[in-house]
C-alpha cells in the first residue's frame, strides 16, 4: 500500500532562509513521487517529480528534492525563500502504473518579511 | 501548454439541488480524476476515469456520480448536493503511458462549492 506523510502542516521561515518541507512515503513498489503548489484559490502545480533517474531532482522556482530509499523520504528544499513562496505544498506518491496518486495532507509555508 | 479547463470557479446551490461540475483536457489523456480538497485532509479521489465510459470509485464516491462520453471531458455529478458536500473539487489528467515520460497529473482552477 501507498502513503505520504507530510510533517508539519503549517511552516514559517523568514525572507532569504532556508525552506525544508517534509514528506515521507510509505510503497509497496518502486515509487514516482512529485511535489506540487498550490497558490490560494487555484489548482496544483508541478513542482518536481522522481521517476527513478537522478535521486536529486531540480525543479522549478529554486526548489529540489532528494530521494532516499533508505530513509523513505523525500523532502523539498530551497536555499533562500522568498515572499512568492507563501503557499501550501503537496507531495504524492504514485506506483508505477501512474493511475492511482496519494497525497499528503499538505505544507503552508509562510514566509515573513 | 496543457491545459485542463473547470466550467465554473465558485459556485452556490441550495440543498437538494443536482449540480454539473464539468473538466474539459485538451492533451488527449488517457486519465481523467476528480478530487475534493477540503482543510487539513489533503486531495481525496472521488472517482478516477481510464478511458472513454469507463470509471473506477476513489476513496469517497458516496453521494457522487461521474460521466465521461468524451475523452476531453469528464463530468462529476452530484445527485441531490448535500451541505457536507461543499468543498474545493479539483479536476485532473494524466497519460499513464506518456511517450516522453510526463506521467505526472495536470490540474484545473478548481471549483469552490458552497451548499447552502
Known amino acids: 500500500a501507498q502513503s505520504v506523510t507530510q510533517l508539519g502542516s503549517h511552516v514559517s521561515v523568514s525572507e532569504g532562509a532556508l525552506v525544508l518541507l517534509r514528506c515521507n512515503y510509505s510503497?509497496?513498489?518502486?515509487?514516482?513521487l512529485f511535489w506540487y503548489v498550490q497558490y490560494p484559490n487555484q489548482g496544483l502545480q508541478l513542482l518536481l517529480k522522481y521517476t527513478s533517474a537522478a535521486t536529486l531532482v531540480k525543479g522549478i522556482n529554486g526548489f529540489e528534492a532528494e530521494f532516499k530509499k533508505s530513509e523513505t523520504s523525500f523532502h523539498l528544499t530551497k536555499p533562500s525563500a522568498h515572499m512568492s513562496d507563501a503557499a501550501e505544498y503537496f507531495c504524492?506518491?504514485?506506483?508505477?502504473?501512474?493511475?492511482?496518486?496519494?497525497f499528503g495532507s499538505g505544507t503552508k509555508l509562510n514566509v515573513k518579511p | 501548454d496543457v491545459k485542463v479547463t473547470q466550467s465554473s470557479r465558485y459556485l452556490v446551490k441550495r440543498t437538494g439541488e443536482k449540480v454539473f461540475l464539468e473538466c474539459v483536457q485538451d492533451?488527449?489523456?488517457?486519465?481523467m480524476f476528480w478530487y475534493r480538497q477540503d482543510p487539513g485532509l489533503g486531495l481525496r479521489l472521488i472517482y478516477f476515469?481510464?478511458?472513454?465510459?469507463?470509471?473506477e470509485k476513489g476513496d469517497i464516491p458516496e453521494g457522487y456520480s461521474v460521466s465521461r462520453e468524451k475523452k476531453e471531458r469528464f463530468s462529476l455529478i452530484l445527485e441531490s448536493a448535500s451541505t457536507n458536500q461543499t468543498s474545493m473539487y479539483l479536476c485532473?489528467?494524466?497519460?499513464?503511458?506518456?511517450?516522453?515520460?510526463?506521467?505526472?497529473?495536470?490540474f484545473g482552477p478548481g471549483t469552490r462549492l458552497t451548499v447552502t
Open positions: 504524492a506518491v504514485t506506483p508505477y502504473n501512474f493511475n492511482k496518486f496519494y
Open positions: 510503497s509497496s513498489v518502486p515509487p514516482y
Open positions: 476515469s481510464y478511458d472513454v465510459k469507463m470509471k
Open positions: 492533451m488527449d489523456h488517457e486519465n
Open positions: 485532473a489528467s494524466n497519460s499513464p503511458g506518456s511517450r516522453t515520460g510526463s506521467y505526472e497529473q495536470y
